[in-house]
């Protein structure tokens, strides 16, 4: 069932937590538990996450109600902050996100409707949505997340790409190696 963390405020987006993937590829390549619950450094992928997204200190929604596809997921847990500013759509499976990068997002979508972190040429996570954005999210449906609308605002000249240094916004964990690789990472931190 979907949690209510932190109470919206008026003044900032939400960061929206997905956690309703189920994991298919981490369980292929070798994974004994579902991604999310993975152990990193004595923590699972989503407390790492999740950690970032308090130390933050933006408010926040996880949505983690099983739904079929990324698209379903992200108009959920819109659905349920609908009275937000904007949103970050932050997959849980991103545990060295840091949590300047999430208000930097955040602080940007007061000049754009879109703001998208690339790091060294590939674009990453979370994408942050403008309140404009709104009826576009809540239209996504099934497996595609929100590039629809990101295309859309595009077109418009809407959104901004912003150069990240942050590896955390592109070190998701889809298989036991990309844990492994995020356990190096994070080992390598200072």
Avoid: Y
């Avoid at 008026?10 to 993975?38: C, D, I, N, T, Y």
């Avoid at 595009?154 to 240094?165: F, I, K, L, P």
Wanted: proline share 7%; hydrophobic share 45%.
């Amino acid at each position: 069932m979907a949690g209510e963390n932190r109470p919206p405020s008026v003044a900032q987006p939400v960061v929206l937590v997905l956690a309703s993937g189920r994991g298919e590829r981490f369980a292929v390549s070798g994974g004994a538990v579902h991604k999310l619950r993975a152990p990193l450094a004595g923590r699972t992928v989503l407390e790492h996450t999740l950690a970032a997204v308090h130390a933050s200190g933006l408010p926040w929604h996880l949505e983690d109600a099983g739904h079929p596809g990324m698209g379903d997921s992200i108009a959920a847990a819109v659905r349920a902050t609908a009275g937000a500013p904007g949103w970050l759509v932050l997959p849980g499976d991103l545990p060295l996100v840091q949590p300047d990068t999430l208000r930097t997002i955040a602080a940007a979508l007061a000049d754009c409707a879109v703001a998208v972190p690339v790091h060294q040429g590939e674009r990453g996570h979370p994408v942050g949505f403008a309140a404009p954005c709104l009826s576009g999210l809540l239209a996504l449906a099934g497996e595609q997340g929100a590039a629809s609308v990101v295309r859309q605002q595009a077109q418009q000249g809407r959104v901004q790409w912003m150069d990240v240094e942050d590896v955390g916004t592109v070190t998701d964990v889809d298989t036991v190696q990309d844990l492994e690789r995020a356990m190096q990472l994070l080992a390598a931190r200072p």
